[in-house]
């Protein structure tokens, strides 16, 4: 088999033993330690199915890689897989201007796609907090959500065509640029999501948009839950510019800040907001009422390019991970309503069984999604294992997702029922054997055994 891959993908193309790096062991959950049999690095749509094409005559498992960035061990490959690398089928293709859509590879740096999309003038809506590594493929296979889902949607609602290569080698390619296609089962919406289960993306037409005008950034202070969900409402109302929305729970903001050397507010308010819309007088009248109303304590507008990164500083919690090593974070969504219900819940269910963990809240509660900080000090694998359980339980008791964003990979399958039901996860295998019927695709992702 690897005489067949080196032959057909050249010498670059199929790597294997100690010229395998490191980084194709795990995803940035850190959770992968197998080296792959191989890793392959097509170069063209025709590589990949011929790759694919030669695993599935040897009955050999593959598993897709994209940039890598993924929380829920779904890239990662086992003893005896291989790993498939995109990162050498880069590149825009094309950006049209009448049709306000980019083709694009899928191992095109998410980054780079926005600023070639900025380039020609228009705004490329997908946005994380990882655009500087993570790859389009990978966002599709995903459906990354990211910052911006309030006004553009998740990746998926940003797809216009796709191609992809089945587990036998065949080419699926449907790379339409119209918005209305109703000719029959989307196929769209059968790969976004899927985590290279079902086939491996190799290119993709992505919806674009107009240029934004100058935003404003608001770190906003409100006393209580219930501000928070009437500040949304009234920004919903006031604001079509509304691209962001952002809150987090006083425990969080604490935490985070503190790492920090800038300091937003000295005294942390039991929730922070940040706010981005279209600068203008809309923005300035909804804080001017939201202060009338006492739906806001204190309110500051970034001045700067720099202070509203500093804002975002503190939301990420990237010092946050470094300060607490083995950090947990849980990304679930449930009704926005029930959000600070659901915090309650799980805090204190977590603290009655680890009196000392770190638990906090925080997250795109504009689209009901809310991340789970959670720091258990030395924890054992099993003891990760127990926080899944009791802070998953709690999203099935609410009627929650276990996941908003980061998929499901290996990490998240045994709870994928706390949220599906087994006639969905039965149709969800049905799929899966009709389009692998070998199971050679990405398994052990997903779908629990």
């Not at 998740?154 to 036998?168: P, Q």
Request: contains cysteine; glycine residues 10%; aromatic residues 4%.
């Amino acid at each position: 088999m690897l005489q067949d891959l080196r032959a057909a993908l050249g010498p670059q193309g199929c790597l294997t033993g100690a010229d395998v790096p490191e980084a194709a062991r795990s995803d940035a959950s850190r959770t992968g330690h197998d080296l792959p049999l191989a890793l392959l690095r097509p170069a063209s749509v025709a590589e990949v199915s011929a790759a694919l094409a030669i695993c599935h005559r040897h009955g050999v498992a593959v598993v897709p890689q994209g940039g890598m960035t993924g929380l829920a061990g779904g890239a990662q490959p086992q003893t005896g897989q291989v790993a498939l690398s995109l990162s050498r089928l880069a590149g825009v293709e094309e950006v049209d201007g009448e049709a306000m859509a980019m083709v694009v590879r899928a191992g095109t740096v998410l980054e780079v796609a926005q600023k070639a999309a900025e380039a020609a003038g228009f705004l490329l809506p997908v946005d994380l907090g990882a655009r500087g590594s993570c790859q389009i493929g990978g966002n599709i296979a995903t459906n990354a959500g990211g910052l911006r889902v309030l006004r553009d949607g998740m990746t998926r609602d940003n797809l216009l065509g796709i191609e992809a290569v089945l587990a036998d080698g065949t080419v699926l390619s449907q790379m339409t640029r119209v918005v209305k296609n109703n000719t029959g089962y989307d196929l769209r919406h059968l790969f976004a999501g899927s985590e290279g289960t079902l086939g491996v993306i190799t290119r993709a037409v992505i919806r674009l948009r107009p240029l934004p005008g100058p935003r404003g950034t608001v770190m906003a202070a409100l006393p209580d839950f219930a501000s928070v969900l009437r500040l949304l409402a009234m920004a919903r109302s006031a604001l079509p510019g509304l691209s962001a929305f952002e809150a987090m729970w006083r425990d969080y903001f604490t935490c985070s800040q503190s790492h920090l050397t800038h300091v937003v507010f000295a005294d942390p308010p039991p929730f922070a907001v940040i706010l981005e819309a279209d600068e203008g007088p809309a923005l300035e009248a909804l804080l001017e009422a939201a202060f009338e109303e006492g739906v806001m304590t204190d309110a500051l507008i970034a001045q700067s390019f720099a202070e509203a990164r500093c804002f975002w500083a503190v939301r990420e919690g990237l010092e946050m991970d470094a300060a607490m090593p083995g950090l947990i974070n849980l990304d679930v969504s449930l009704t926005t309503g029930r959000l600070d219900d659901f915090a309650r819940a799980c805090r204190v269910a977590l603290l009655a069984r680890f009196p000392g963990a770190h638990v906090s809240f925080y997250g795109h509660v504009a689209d009901s999604n809310v991340h789970v900080a959670v720091h258990v000090p030395g924890a054992s694998d099993a003891e990760v294992h127990e926080v899944d359980a009791i802070a998953y339980g709690v999203v099935r008791d609410f009627g929650g997702s276990i996941s908003a964003e980061h998929g499901i990979g290996t990490l998240k399958r045994n709870w994928l029922g706390y949220s599906r039901s087994p006639a969905e996860l039965a149709a969800m295998r049905a799929i899966k054997a009709a389009l692998d019927p070998k199971g050679l695709l990405n398994p052990g992702k997903v779908l629990p055994g």
